[in-house]
T-cell receptor, first 115, second 115 residues
């Protein structure tokens, strides 16, 4: 069964600082990988996705993530955080191919941005 | 843009009431999902539907049922609401098109309080 671990429950950074949110997954083949963001009281918005090919993927709002197969990781990065990035971030893994359309989500990392 | 609409943002119900949460998507997606979100537990799948009148249990189906009479609408039913069902409920949809690659689109959520 697939699983996702986000080791950091809560991260605090200063505005303008760089950010890295960690995500480790467990899956038997090449997975589909996603990062979603949830602003307070809102639903989840897709930030970026990895399916195949280039292991560094770009997303919206200046975010990027790198797929590292050897480490089973898909960490999210941003070079300079803005106050509006304060939100909860979820990593998710899905099965490539086949008819299983479910995603497995991590428990989330809450990002606080200090002025 | 894909739009997933949940009929209520906030609901307050009493213990023992029958509760209906409604979700409508406008992209002709085959798959629809209901999740429950609780602090520290992330998103947990309650039920999944892959076609009209078709459903599959998720990880935590106990105490819930679902209905999908039309492709665009997926309802979550709490037959007899209990206080431990107080939570945020998120609806999502996705396409079976191979190019869609399991991307799920989310509604804004319904925050349900059971008193």
């Amino acid at each position: 069964a697939q699983s996702v671990t986000q080791p950091d429950i809560h991260i605090t950074v200063s505005e303008g600082a760089s950010l890295e949110l960690r995500c480790n997954y467990s899956y038997g083949a090449t997975p589909y990988l996603f990062w979603y963001v949830q602003s307070p009281g809102q639903g989840l918005q897709l930030l970026l996705k990895y399916f195949s090919g280039d292991t560094l993927v770009q997303g919206i709002k200046g975010f990027e993530a790198e797929f590292k197969r050897s480490q089973s990781s898909f960490n999210l990065r941003k070079p300079s955080v803005h106050w509006s990035d304060a939100a909860e971030y979820f990593c998710a893994v899905g099965r490539s191919g086949g008819s299983n359309y479910k995603l497995t989500f991590g428990k989330g990392t809450l990002l606080t941005v200090n002025p | 843009d894909v739009k997933v609409t949940q009929s209520s943002r906030y609901l307050v119900k009493r213990t023992g009431e029958k509760v209906f949460l409604e979700c409508v998507q406008d992209m002709d997606h085959e798959n629809m999902f209901w999740y429950r979100q609780d602090p520290g537990l992330g998103l947990r799948l309650i039920y999944f539907s892959y076609d009209v009148k078709m459903k599959e249990k998720g990880d935590i189906p106990e105490g819930y049922s679902v209905s999908r009479e039309k492709k665009e609408r997926f309802s979550l039913i709490l037959e007899s609401a209990s206080t431990n069902q107080t939570s945020m409920y998120l609806c999502a949809s996705s396409s079976v098109n191979r190019l869609a690659k399991n991307i799920q689109y989310f509604g804004a959520g319904t925050r349900l309080s059971v008193l």
